[in-house]
Nanobody
Framework: QVQLVESGGGVVQAGESLRLSCAAS????????MGWFRQAPGKEREFVAA?????????????YYADSMKGRFTISRDNAKNTAYLQMNSLKPEDTAVFYC??????????????????WGQGTQVTVSS
């Protein structure tokens, strides 16, 4: 079992930055894929970014992004701290949402599909004012 706790959300002005953190506990060493999703009021949950090992026999990670986040958001993780991060720059009012961290012990192929992740955090609110 893996527990995820997000932090770092808040209220910022358009154009500013935030860094979200997702701390994993329980059996963090079993996590192969970590992702970020978000859900805005009245909208469906959407994929933001994910990070997973490049291959079965490597510690190198590969990162993936939704098209609308490319160039503004950066996902990373520190395996020593069992923590994933989402650096968000040039935030826009339309980025306002609850951001959720997700993880799975498997090498998730379809990273955009939230149903493939077994573990979820409670979410952290990000509000961007214009």
């Amino acid at each position: 079992q893996v527990q995820l706790v997000e932090s770092g959300g808040g209220v910022v002005q358009a154009g500013e930055s935030l860094r979200l953190s997702c701390a994993a506990s329980g059996r963090p060493g079993s996590v192969a894929t970590m992702g970020w999703f978000r859900q805005a009021p009245g909208k469906e949950r959407e994929f933001v970014a994910a990070i997973r090992k490049t291959g079965a026999n490597t510690e190198e990670d590969s990162s993936y992004y939704a098209d609308s986040m490319k160039g503004r958001f950066t996902i990373s993780r520190d395996n020593a701290k069992n923590t994933a991060y989402l650096q968000m720059n040039s935030l826009k009012p339309e980025d306002t949402a609850v951001f959720y961290c997700a993880a799975d012990s498997s090498f998730v192929v379809n990273l955009f599909d939230g149903t493939l992740y077994d573990y979820w955090g409670q979410g952290t609110q990000v509000t961007v004012s214009s």
